[in-house]
């Protein structure tokens, strides 16, 4: 999760910041490093997967998107590095979640679906690199240490994760991002 801009972060109160509707989190964590952190009030509009730099100021760019290195800008932050540096907390940028009650009336799903997360973590344990370079051949435009990608990501819901979760929920419902938690 990235942001790319033609200006340094600094400089972006008042100014037009493209946002994908991919995925709210990463707006949020955006919005939320911009005011709080920043004290910058920039204007957001909604944009495609495309890039808009030649008519907006900063973009925000999500998943492989943000892995490629295509576009030519003179800023790219790392949103999650920066939310580190400045909270001291990572980033939960994804977990599996289940309401309750669908998780009661249909246990044999959930369980399928946990039991084929759990192979496939004994995989990538086990042939962590056929895994990779499996990765490497299917994503050839990733210009990024995929390697060094997937070694990063937590894989359990520590308490340490759930305390990180929850000061984010918190910053979230600070700026009515969230309702309060």
């Not at 999500?62 to 909270?87: F, H, M, R, S």
Request: charged share 20%; aromatic share 14%.
């Amino acid at each position: 999760v990235v942001l790319y801009s033609n200006y340094p972060i600094e400089d972006l109160h008042k100014k037009k910041i493209g946002l994908s509707n991919s995925s709210k989190t990463s707006v949020f964590l955006l919005k939320i490093l911009l005011k709080l952190y920043y004290e910058i009030d920039p204007t957001y509009i909604n944009v495609d997967h495309a890039y808009h730099l030649n008519t907006i100021d900063a973009q925000l760019v999500i998943g492989n998107d943000a892995l490629k290195e295509t576009v030519q800008v003179p800023y790219i932050y790392d949103l999650g590095e920066l939310w580190l540096k400045k909270t001291s907390y990572p980033v939960v940028f994804a977990i599996f979640a289940v309401q309750k009650e669908f998780a009661n009336n249909n246990s044999y799903l959930i369980n399928k679906i946990i039991n084929s997360f759990v192979k496939s973590l004994q995989i990538y344990k086990n042939n962590k690199s056929s895994v990779i370079e499996a990765a490497k051949m299917k994503y050839k435009s990733v210009n990024y240490n995929i390697e060094n990608y997937y070694s990063l990501i937590k894989y359990e819901f520590t308490d340490d994760l759930k305390e990180a979760l929850l000061f984010f929920y918190h910053k979230a419902s600070e700026l009515h991002l969230l309702p309060d938690i």
